[in-house]
Structure formats: C-alpha cells, structure tokens
C-alpha cells in the first residue's frame, strides 16, 4: 500500500505540473492583460498535436519536435493576440467571450483535421527507474524536470530581469509605467505569446506521455483556472504549487474512490478557497 500511495503521489506532481504550467500562462496574461484566457487550453491542445505530427509524419526528432512545436503555437499566439486580444485589454467580459469563441473554432479545426481518434506517439524515451521502490517511465520524470526548469525559470526571469520587473510594475501601476518608459503594448503582446508558448510547450511534453484528444485542451483549462485560483491570481511560484496540490490530490484520491470523482476534487477545493480564503492561499506573494 505504501509503495501504491507513493507512486500516486509522484504521478500526482507530474501531472500537477502541467497544470501548473497552464496555470502559470493564465497568472501572467491575467495580470498583465486583465484577461482570464481560457483558450490556453487549446493552445496546449495545438502544442500536443503538433509535437505528434512533427514526429509521426514529418519524422523529427522529438526533442526537434517540441522545439517546433513551441514556436508554432508562438506563432499562433502572436495571430490571435493581433488579431483578437489586443482590441479586448483590461475588458474581463471581452476577453472571455473572444477565448471561448477560439475554444469553438480551433476544437472544431482540431477535430476536421486530426478526427476523434485518439493519436499516439511512439515510445519516445524506453526505460524505467527505480526510485524509493516505486518504478516509474524514465519519460515522465524527463517531463517533470522539464516542466519544472520551465516554470522556475519563468520565475527567475520575472524576479530578477528588466522584462520582469517592468511587468510587475505595469500589474502594479500600467500609468506610471508607461511613464518609467516602459513600452505597455509590445508587454502585453509578449505576455500573451509566451503565455501561449508555455501551453505549447505543456501539451507538447502532454503528448510524450498520453494519448492526443481534439478536447484534452478543456479539460486542463479547467484545472489551470483552478489551480491559479487556489494560489491567488497573481502569484507565480504559486501557480505550480496549486496545480501540484490538484494533481497529487486527484492521485491519492484515485486510490479511494472512483476515478469519476477526479474531476470533483479541484471544484471542492475552488469552493473552499472562494468561501475562506476569496485571495487564494499564496496571495501578495509574486
């Protein structure tokens, strides 16, 4: 039982950091935009099945793959952003609406394109570790460190950067930084795209791991709200610490009740925090 309940744990945190790192693009767009982008998730969606495509049909390499895959669904964010997102700054209602018109249009896409069949990847990294007695795919923990360089590095950059300190200056004042000089649209539009880039990356490494659906990018958009909500909107470290609380919960709990209930753990959890604690556990921690 205790080798059970750690295995969960670590697949837990796996799992919990990609929702952290959806969760993370949502943290930064919000606070620097005033929109809560729910189409992050089917940007991770076209991340996913691009990493698939580039390998499986164009024959990359994968780690080649997710590079590509990245800056296609840059790409795309830069489109949408030009297009879409910058006529809806600082309009939450907007905003909304534009992110669940994409959510119709790119699924729809997805679906013409790719079809309901489930796609796979070939094996892309054999192999398994013993860690601790518990055995697990060499794969994930690539992932998981990966995730993790990710979104510390994401972190790092926003501490102790120009680019970082001036974005955290527009989130606390946007008048007075566009008077310290700081260029206000040229920092929302990179917010944006590298918010997108970062679901990319995430539904690319998503893809190494499990099997590509048109609708996988739904349900993480779920849990990426979730998971930012619980560590408070705004706080970044906190954005990987909610989506691990999410997926290592989920984890455990699969072991007690049904795997239908997976899905009824974040919403507890959003409840507890909006009745509680309405900032989020981590608020006024950047």
Do not use: C
Not at 6 to 35: C, D, E, K, P, R
Not at 49 to 70: I, K, Q, S
Not at 164 to 188: C, H, K, S
Not at 270 to 276: D, K, M
């Amino acid at each position: 039982m205790g080798q059970l309940i750690g295995g969960q744990l670590l697949n837990g945190a796996i799992v919990g950091t990609l929702y952290g790192i959806v969760a993370l693009g949502v943290t930064l767009t919000f606070g620097i935009t005033g929109i809560v982008n729910f189409a992050l998730g089917v940007f991770m969606m076209l991340g996913a099945y691009a990493a698939w495509w580039f390998t499986e049909t164009a024959g990359l390499p994968y780690p080649l793959a997710v590079a590509a895959a990245v800056a296609l669904t840059s790409l795309a964010g830069l489109i949408a952003d030009q297009a879409l997102f910058r006529f809806t700054r600082n309009n939450l209602v907007n905003g909304l609406l534009v992110s669940i018109g994409m959510i119709a249009v790119l699924e729809s896409v997805a679906l013409l394109y790719f079809t309901s069949t489930p796609k796979e990847l070939h094996r892309v990294l054999p192999g398994v570790l013993p860690i601790f007695g518990i055995v697990l795919p060499k794969i994930k923990l690539v992932v998981f460190a990966l995730l993790l360089v990710a979104i510390l590095g994401t972190y790092a950059a926003l501490t102790r950067t120009w680019v970082g300190r001036a974005a955290y200056a527009y989130a606390q004042n946007p008048e007075a930084a566009a008077l310290m000089g700081v260029p206000t649209e040229r920092l929302q539009s990179g917010v944006v795209v590298y918010s997108t880039a970062l679901a990319g990356l995430g539904g690319a490494l998503y893809a190494s791991l499990y099997s590509l659906e048109p609708t996988l990018g739904s349900l993480f958009i779920l849990k990426a709200v979730e998971a930012a909500i619980l560590a408070g909107i705004g706080s970044v470290s906190g954005a990987l610490i909610g989506g691990m609380i999410l997926g290592v919960t989920e984890g455990i709990g699969s072991i007690y009740l049904p795997l239908a209930f997976r899905d009824v753990y974040g919403l507890v959890f959003l409840v507890a925090i909006l009745l509680f604690k309405p900032s989020g556990l981590f608020a006024g921690r950047r």
